[in-house]
C-alpha cells in the first residue's frame, strides 16, 4: 500500500527517526489514516498536528504515551548505558524510575536515575549509599538489586521489574481490600521490613506507593532512596549536619517530626500501621490541609476510626492498626516480626480466589498513565534532540501534558527535606488561642 508522506518539518517525525523507535513507514502510514479520517470530518489538513499523529501512532500500538510525550518534546535518545529506556514507571524517594530493556541480554528491568536537577553532592552521596545499602539485600519480599553504574554524570541503579501495580493505585481503583487480603499484603512488607531492620536498616518511607504487588499476588518492599542506618556511626557523611524530617507526610511517624535526627526502626512500624489503616479504609489517616497540618495531627490527634470507613473490618485487625499507630514509640507493637505473628490468622485465611482477584486487580490497575518527568528531567540531552521551539502548538501540548501528571505524582512524594518540625511550645500556643476564642465566642453567644 502507497502512503502519503507525513510533514517534512514534524518534529515527531524527525524525533521519532533520529531515535530508531520508528520506521519511515510507520510513519506514513500513521499519517495517511489520520489524513483520511480528517478529510471526512471536521478538520482540514492544515489541523493535523504532531499531537493527533502521535495520538494515533499510540492507537495503533507502534509507541506507548509514555514515548509519544517524549517525542513530542523533541526527544531522541533512549539509552543509558547498556539500556534502552522504554517507558516511565514513576518517582521514588531520590529519582525517577523507568522500564528498561538490557540491548544485549533482552532483560527488562527497573532503572532508577538521580535527576540532573537534584545532583548536589549531598543527592549523590545519598542515591550512592542506597545503593550500597540494597545491595546488602536480598529477600524475596523486597525489590532486588541488579546492577549501578553512571554513564557520564547520571547515575543510576537497575533492579528487577516487578509487574503489577502498588497498593495506592490499586486501592484508588477498586477501594479497600478484605481483611485477608490487607493482612496477606500488610504481611509480607512486615516481612521485609523485619529483614531490614535486622540488618541495621530503617526504611523510613514506608507507604502504599512502595508496596508493589505482582500479579500473582506477592507483596515487594520498594525504594530504600530514603533508607538510614539505625546506628549513626555507619554514616559518617551525617555527622555535624542538620537534621531534617524525612518520609512522607501522610505516614509520619510522630518521634520523627519532633526529633528528626531520630531514625529507629519503630517508626517504620508506625509508617506501616498507616498503610495498613490505608488498606482497610481507602483513606490517609489524616487527610487533607496542608503539608505542615498533616504532619501535626501524626502528632497531636487520633485518626477517624475504622469503622467510619469499613463497617467490616474485624475488631482485631483495628486494634492492631492502634497498637501500631500509638503515639509513643515503647507503646507500639515492638517489632516487624510481631506485626506479622498478629497478621497471621487473617493472611492464613486468604483464599484461592481472594488472592487471584488480588492479583488480577494489581495487574489491571497499572493502567499505564505516564508519571510526571521524562528523560530531559534526568538524562543529559543528545546533540540529535529536536528544537521544540520550532513548532509551539505540539509543544506545549506535551509539557501540559507532563505538568499534568507531575501535579498528580506530586501529592504523594516524599516531604521536602528542610521542612522545619514544629515546636511543642507553638502547638500549645496555638491551643490555648484557640480554647480561648472558644470561650470568647460562648460568651458572646449567651449575650
Known amino acids: 500500500m502507497k502512503y502519503v508522506t507525513a510533514a517534512p518539518h514534524s518534529i515527531l517525525e524527525q524525533a521519532a527517526l533520529a531515535s530508531g523507535l520508528l520506521t519511515q513507514e510507520q510513519i506514513d502510514r500513521a499519517w495517511d489514516e489520520v489524513v483520511s479520517t480528517t478529510a471526512s470530518g471536521d478538520l482540514s489538513l492544515g489541523d493535523v498536528t504532531d499531537r493527533l499523529l502521535a495520538d494515533h501512532l499510540v492507537e495503533l500500538g507502534f509507541l506507548n504515551r509514555w514515548q ?13 548505558g547498556p539500556y534502552r529506556i522504554l517507558d516511565a ?3 521514588g524517594g531520590m529519582g525517577y524510575v523507568f522500564k ?11 532503572i532508577k536515575v ?39 554524570d547520571t547515575y543510576f541503579l537497575v533492579s528487577e521489574f516487578v509487574p503489577g501495580s502498588d497498593l495506592r493505585r490499586l486501592v484508588r481503583r477498586y477501594g479497600p481490600l478484605s481483611d485477608c487480603q490487607a493482612a496477606w499484603v500488610v504481611s509480607q512488607a512486615a516481612e521485609a521490613l523485619a529483614y531490614v531492620h535486622e540488618r541495621g536498616l530503617v526504611h523510613r518511607d514506608v507507604k502504599p506507593g512502595n508496596l508493589m504487588i505482582t500479579p500473582a499476588g506477592q507483596t515487594k518492599l520498594a525504594d530504600l532512596g530514603l533508607a538510614a542506618f539505625a546506628d549513626e556511626s555507619l554514616q559518617p557523611e551525617f555527622h555535624g549536619q542538620k537534621k531534617h524530617i524525612v518520609g512522607t507526610p501522610d505516614f509520619l511517624a510522630p518521634e520523627t517530626v519532633i526529633n528528626p535526627g531520630a531514625v529507629r ?9 498507616c498503610t495498613l ?4 479504609t481507602g483513606k490517609v489517616p489524616f487527610p487533607g490541609g496542608r503539608t505542615s497540618d498533616k504532619i501535626r495531627r501524626h502528632v497531636e490527634r487520633q485518626p477517624l476510626p475504622i469503622r467510619r470507613f469499613n463497617t467490616e473490618a474485624a475488631e482485631g485487625l483495628l486494634e492492631l492498626v492502634a497498637d501500631m499507630t500509638r503515639k509513643l514509640p515503647d507503646e507500639r507493637v515492638k517489632c516487624a516480626a510481631a506485626v506479622v505473628e498478629r497478621l497471621r490468622p487473617w493472611a492464613e485465611r486468604l483464599t484461592e480466589s481472594e488472592l487471584d482477584q488480588l492479583g488480577q486487580r494489581a495487574e489491571e490497575a497499572n493502567d499505564g498513565s505516564p508519571p510526571g518527568g521524562g528523560l530531559a528531567d534526568t538524562l543529559p540531552a543528545d546533540e540529535g534532540d529536536i528544537d521544540t521551539a520550532r513548532d509551539s502548538q505540539s509543544a506545549s501540548g506535551a509539557v501540559a501534558a507532563s505538568q499534568a501528571s507531575s501535579i498528580e505524582e506530586s501529592t504523594v512524594e516524599p516531604a521536602p527535606h528542610h521542612l522545619r518540625p514544629p515546636s511543642r511550645a507553638m502547638w500549645w500556643l496555638v491551643v490555648v488561642l484557640a480554647a480561648a476564642a472558644g470561650a470568647a465566642l460562648a460568651m458572646l453567644w449567651r449575650k
Not at 489503616?277 to 482497610?280: M, N, R
Open 100 to 110: 528498561g530493556e538490557h540491548q544485549l541480554l533482552g532483560r527488562i528491568e527497573a
Open 265 to 273: 526502626p519503630i517508626s517504620d512500624i508506625y509508617s506501616l500501621g
Open 68 to 80: 509519544a510525550e517524549q517525542l513530542l518534546q523533541g526527544r531522541t535518545k533512549f539509552t543509558l
Open 277 to 280: 489503616y490505608y488498606a482497610l
Open 89 to 91: 514507571i514513576g518517582r
Open 114 to 152: 538521580l535527576p540532573r536537577t537534584q545532583m548536589t553532592p549531598a543527592s549523590i552521596a545519598s542515591f550512592c549509599r542506597e545503593i550500597r545499602a540494597q545491595a546488602q539485600l536480598d529477600h524475596p519480599n523486597l525489590i532486588r538489586l541488579s546492577f549501578a553504574d553512571r554513564d557520564g
